[in-house]
């Protein structure tokens, strides 16, 4: 059973870049029947997909955000990364990453969610 | 890009029937599978339906999935309403690349 864990910090500056990292265990990060997703939560609130990484390094990001989104991911620990710069308040939220399904895009695994706010 | 409504919030009593319902704002609600996640209080989403009406392992039967094309909608039916099912829905789709959430229904079960 894969698992993923979040990690980073919690509190992040006004207009400062955050940034957060995803440790894949139980399954290979190299997989090419999977892409390696994150998706945040503003409390209160719903889902928005940011946007997803394949073991290929080929990225797809939401366009609301894209402009400030970077994902990466390093094979070799077992693990990606989510930058998103810039931020404000209203990028204040419980960030989860997640393993999504390469042929159907659906999220099979979640990790527990961290919650980052940002606020000086 | 497409978005997905649902309605805020829905309650209902113990052994009833509710629907939740999740409308494709423009293309085919038919053309992208949709999945339903469960999000109980405090916890991660976990997938109650996928590909429109299908169950994965473990999640009973008393869930179930649909669309109607003629309100490019898909649906998720909870029977036998148990108090362990309140928490948050949410539908799911996609469009090629993007993957594309609804903002999720506040499910009360009193």
């Known amino acids: 059973q894969v698992q993923l864990q979040e990690s980073g910090p919690g509190l992040v500056k006004p207009s400062q870049t955050l940034s957060l990292t995803c440790s894949v265990s139980?399954?290979?990060?190299?997989?090419?029947?999977?892409?390696w997703s994150w998706i945040r939560q503003p409390p209160g609130k719903g889902l928005e997909w940011i946007g997803h990484?394949?073991?290929?390094?080929?990225?797809y990001y939401n366009p609301s955000l894209k402009s400030r989104v970077t994902i990466s991911i390093e094979t070799s620990k077992s693990q990606f990364s989510l930058k998103l710069s810039s931020v404000t308040a209203a990028d204040s939220a419980v960030y989860y990453c997640?393993?999504?399904?390469?042929?159907?895009?659906?999220?099979?695994?979640w990790g527990q969610g961290t919650l980052v706010t940002v606020s000086s | 890009n497409f978005m997905l409504t649902q309605p805020h919030s829905v309650s209902e009593s113990p052994g009833k029937t509710v629907t939740i319902s999740c409308t494709r704002s423009?293309?085919?609600?038919?053309?992208?599978?949709v999945q339903w996640y469960q999000q109980r209080p405090g916890s991660s989403p976990t997938i109650v339906i996928y590909e429109d009406n299908q169950r994965p392992f473990g999640v009973p039967d008393r869930f179930s999935g649909s669309i109607d094309s003629s309100f490019n909608s898909a649906s998720l039916t909870i029977s036998g309403l148990k108090t362990e099912d309140e928490g948050d829905y949410h539908c799911?789709?996609?469009?090629?690349?993007?993957?594309?959430f609804g903002g999720g229904t506040k499910l009360t079960v009193l």
């Open positions: 997640a393993r999504v399904g390469a042929t159907l895009p659906l999220l099979d695994s």
């Open positions: 799911q789709s996609y469009d090629s690349n993007n993957v594309v």
């Open positions: 990484i394949y073991y290929s390094e080929n990225t």
């Open positions: 139980g399954g290979s990060i190299s997989s090419g029947d999977f892409l």
């Open positions: 423009s293309g085919s609600i038919a053309s992208n599978y």
